[in-house]
């Protein structure tokens, strides 16, 4: 019997040893994807990437660029969320996801951007896209123009609500570019927020494909979607520890290995960095000697500083400024004097200018005949 009771112990070990081997082998596995991007938002700085200027196909990614242009007008003034909008024969055999717009139709810019950013309705979008440009082929250059302002340098569209055709692409880093824009517009927020919502009172229901709208309360947008040709991608935005990221992940397998992937990025991203704000000490800031100037000497101080994204475990930045002994006049308020760059170690991080903080005119003779009465004077 004890034999027996040990034997049975010995199979229910092997046992559970062989149903876990799976499980921790999955856990080690790398996930697949075509291209990925982690980008800091402030800055733009890549974080992490895989073939992160691969030109892919853009698909239904699209719709992003539609709703930063329709952002745009909100921003401006010229929508309200309550503006009204007429559908076009243009929505007209309209595939994929759609509200049912008929042409004809009238719906709000607010409801229009709910059918677009929560259910992915293509007919939505152009109805956007004709709002704001007149016609689908004015918007879809605009789209581009709007691409290259973006620094999209890898990318085309073709059309408002996307297609998987070849005459349209994009890569993860441009995708990255313009997420970073669209965290700039708060007008939009709250439709990438929503993960659950109606038109047409409730006859309408619209889903969002992020769950991340659902499931993370960091989450600030943007999208997620998947066909059969291009597989199941998102861009993909949270805030947490007074840092924005933005993780853009194309051509996954699966659903589940998008929002793996995409998850896993940004929890990287925000253990692993953090934005600085460069600052110089009042010590660094000497004034420097004017030659043949009304004034001998001149003030700086530093140029543009921007946010600085650094290792989570870095304490400080080492400072170098490169400064001339003497300028000659005139000097102009704001001129370049010399340079200031930051350092983590032996990397450089960024440079920035030191310039004049005031004007110094050149002297000229009667500057000068005053100077010596004056000094007569105090004789």
């Given at each position: 019997m004890k034999e027996r009771l040990?034997?049975?112990?010995?199979?229910?070990?092997?046992?559970?040893?062989?149903?876990?081997?799976p499980v921790k082998a999955k856990e080690q596995e790398e996930i697949s994807a075509a291209a990925y991007v982690l980008m800091e938002a402030e800055t733009g700085t890549v974080l992490l990437e895989s073939d992160g200027e691969k030109q892919l196909?853009?698909?239904?990614?699209?719709?992003?660029?539609?709703?930063y242009l329709a952002g745009e007008q909100l921003r401006s003034g010229a929508w309200t969320a309550e503006t009204e909008l007429t559908?076009?024969?243009?929505?007209?055999?309209?595939?994929?996801?759609?509200?049912?717009?008929?042409?004809?139709?009238?719906?709000?810019?607010?409801?229009?951007?709910?059918?677009?950013?929560?259910?992915?309705?293509?007919?939505?979008?152009?109805?956007?896209?004709?709002?704001?440009?007149g016609d689908v082929e004015s918007f879809v250059m605009e789209m581009n123009a709007r691409a290259f302002d973006l620094g999209m340098q890898n990318t085309r569209f073709d059309s408002p609500q996307g297609s998987s055709s070849g005459n349209q692409y994009t890569t993860a880093?441009?995708?990255?570019?313009?997420?970073?824009?669209?965290?700039?517009?708060?007008?939009?927020?709250?439709?990438?927020?929503?993960?659950?919502?109606?038109?047409?009172?409730?006859?309408?229901?619209?889903?969002?494909?992020?769950?991340?709208?659902?499931?993370?309360?960091?989450?600030?947008?943007?999208?997620?979607?998947?066909?059969?040709?291009?597989?199941?991608s998102i861009?993909?935005?949270?805030d947490r520890k007074d840092m924005t990221c933005i993780a853009v992940v194309l051509g996954c397998e699966t659903d589940d290995d998008r929002f793996a992937l995409a998850k896993d990025l940004l929890r990287r991203g925000f253990l692993g960095w953090k934005v600085v704000?460069?600052?110089?000490?009042?010590?660094?800031?000497?004034?420097?000697?004017?030659?043949?100037?009304?004034?001998?000497?001149?003030?700086?101080?530093?140029?543009?500083?921007?946010?600085?994204?650094?290792?989570?475990?870095c304490h400080e930045l080492e400072t170098v400024m490169v400064i001339p002994r003497y300028v000659e006049a005139p000097v102009q308020e704001g001129q370049k004097l010399g340079t200031a760059a930051f350092y983590q170690n032996d990397t450089l991080l960024y440079e920035t200018s030191v310039v004049a903080s005031d004007s110094v005119r050149k002297r000229?003779?009667?500057?000068?005949?005053l100077q010596i009465i004056v000094k007569m004077l105090e004789i």
């Open positions: 040990m034997a049975s112990v010995l199979v229910a070990l092997l046992l559970t040893g062989l149903f876990s081997l196909s853009c698909g239904v990614m699209a719709k992003l660029m539609t709703a559908a076009s024969e243009a929505v007209s055999g309209i595939r994929g996801a759609v509200i049912w717009l008929l042409p004809g139709e009238v719906m709000t810019v607010g409801d229009l951007l709910k059918g677009m950013i929560i259910g992915n309705a293509g007919d939505a979008a152009v109805t956007l896209a004709c709002g704001i440009s880093k441009d995708l990255a570019l313009l997420c970073r824009g669209l965290s700039e517009m708060e007008e939009l927020t709250p439709y990438f927020t929503t993960w659950r919502d109606f038109l047409r009172g409730d006859q309408t229901e619209l889903v969002n494909e992020n769950t991340f709208a659902r499931t993370d309360d960091t989450s600030v947008g943007w999208k997620a979607c998947h066909t059969e040709s291009d597989g199941w861009a993909a935005g949270a704000q460069p600052a110089f000490s009042e010590e660094f800031l000497y004034p420097v000697q004017v030659r043949s100037g009304v004034e001998r000497a001149v003030l700086i101080r530093p140029g543009e500083l921007k946010g600085l994204v650094v290792p989570r475990d000229n003779f009667g500057d000068a005949l």
